[in-house]
Every structure is written in C-alpha cells, then in structure tokens.
C-alpha cells in the first residue's frame, strides 16, 4: 500500500459514493492518473467502480475489503503522523499545516 493509494481510498471512504471527475478534481489529479490508481485498488478488490446514472462518468466506492483494510492501516497512519509532528516539533508541524491547508478542497 502506497501513500497515494492511502489517500485515494481515504478520499473514496469520506465522499463515497463519489464520481470519479469529482474525486479528481478535490485531489488536483488528472483523470487518467486516478484511473490507473483506482484500476489497482479495483483489482486488490478494495474499490467498486460503477456506471454512473447519468453521463457516462464512474462512480467509486469502497468494498468491504476496502474498509476492513483502511481500519487495518489507520492506526499505523496515526502513529506515523504523530512521529512526524514530534520529529518537526510544534513550529515546523505548524508550518506545515500553514503551507498545505490552503491547497486542501473546502
């Protein structure tokens, strides 16, 4: 499991069930970048891609894999953030947050 596709089953679980232009754009990632991402997660069988109703977009959601398996990893992600915050110290885990919030989608 990389980050990225931490992220991206993250992103899925917290919007789902989520069109996949939507999910790209929150994540400022091209189309086809997320395409390949989610056609790897859709093989470990963490993903469901399905036809969206209208259009011809894909809408993305979790299996009960994926869930199981992002419970599995939260705790290793936590641990790995606070490491992090006491590894920078309260100023540059502060400076941190001060440059990325602002790239984050409201």
């Known amino acids: 499991m990389t980050v990225a596709q ?3 089953l993250t992103s899925i679980a917290n919007a789902e069930p989520v069109r996949s232009g939507r999910l790209a754009d929150g ?7 997320l395409s390949r991402n989610v ?3 859709e093989r470990r069988g963490w993903v ?3 036809h969206a109703e209208r259009g011809n977009g894909r809408v993305l959601r979790l299996t009960a894999a994926g869930a199981s398996k992002l419970e599995q990893l939260m705790p290793a992600w ?5 490491e992090a915050c006491e590894l920078l110290g309260p100023g540059g885990a502060r400076a941190i947050h001060e440059l990325a919030d602002p790239l984050l989608p409201n």
């Open 27 to 33: 994540l400022s990632m091209e189309i086809s970048t």
């Open 78 to 82: 936590e641990s790995a953030q606070q």
């Open 48 to 50: 469901e891609v399905l």
């Open 6 to 8: 931490l992220n991206l």
């Open 39 to 41: 056609s790897l997660l």
